[in-house]
Nanobody, 118 residues
Framework: QVQLVESGGGLVQPGGSLRLSCAAS????????ISWYSRAPGKERKLVAS????????IYADFVKGRFTISRDNAKNTVYLQMNSLKYEDTAVYYC???????????WGQGIQVTVSS
């Protein structure tokens, strides 16, 4: 079965850093563009960053541009989100998403909590 497992979240002070990982299994990882989404308390889920299958192109939401970096290691079936200069507003549950070419070929991780607090 397809499984996406996020790790690396936790509690961090404002201005600090975290690196999230998303480990995939049960799919051909290198065939999937990967995205990170976040959902803050009481808010809708929103796109944070995306990366193409080869890692050749990335996109970022305006609110994380210059602070976050998405990357992938297809040999390890893993995608990363390096989060620097964290702000209180970054507090959210972060989800890994693998989007296939077919509408029903889409998978989500269970989410992982990131809390930015002093």
């Amino acid at each position: 079965q397809v499984q996406l497992v996020e790790s690396g979240g936790g509690l961090v002070q404002p201005g600090g850093s975290l690196r999230l990982s998303c480990a995939a299994s049960g799919l051909t990882f290198s065939s999937f563009p990967i995205s990170w989404y976040s959902r803050a308390p009481g808010k809708e889920r929103k796109l944070v960053a995306s990366i193409t299958t080869t890692g050749g192109r990335t996109i970022y939401a305006d609110f994380v541009k210059g602070r976050f970096t998405i990357s992938r290691d297809n040999a390890k079936n893993t995608v990363y989100l390096q989060m620097n200069s964290l702000k209180y507003e970054d507090t959210a549950v972060y989800y890994c998403n693998a989007a296939g070419r077919a509408p029903d070929n889409e998978y989500w991780g269970q989410g992982i909590q990131v809390t930015v607090s002093s």
